[in-house]
């Protein structure tokens, strides 16, 4: 079964730093797109960032020039480095990853459990 496992969240102060890692494991065949959204109580999920098998990016205004996504196919992980962390960024941030458990499948949405990010100001 496939599990997406995030970790690095925590606690910061404003200004600072931190790096999310999504390890991948189980059975498949393929990964294609894989990213990050973020959630807070009482609004939708939305998307942070996002990256392809190539290496194309794809981010949310809001976090532009300070969050970078990068993934490492080899060990079927991929990482959010965000800079400059304001407190509109705390969030619960899940790994979202584009799994083809087959050949013959398509690709579905597989999600983490999620990552407390918390700025302090």
């Known amino acids: 079964q496939v599990q997406l496992v995030e970790s690095g969240g925590g606690l910061v102060q404003a200004g600072g730093s931190l790096r999310l890692s999504c390890a991948v494991s189980?059975?498949?065949?393929?990964?294609?797109?894989m990213g990050w959204y973020r959630q807070t109580a009482g609004k939708q999920r939305e998307l942070v960032a996002t990256?392809?098998?190539?290496?194309?990016?794809n981010y949310a205004d809001s976090v532009k020039g300070r969050f970078t996504i990068a993934r490492d196919n080899a060990k079927k992980t991929v990482y959010l480095q965000m800079n400059s962390l304001k407190p509109e960024d705390t969030a619960i941030y899940y790994c979202n990853a584009e799994i083809k458990e087959y050949y013959f499948t398509a690709a579905y949405g597989h999600w983490g459990r999620g990552t407390q990010v918390t700025v302090s100001s």
């Open positions: 189980g059975s498949m065949y393929s990964i294609n797109d």
């Open positions: 990256i392809t098998t190539r290496g194309t990016t």
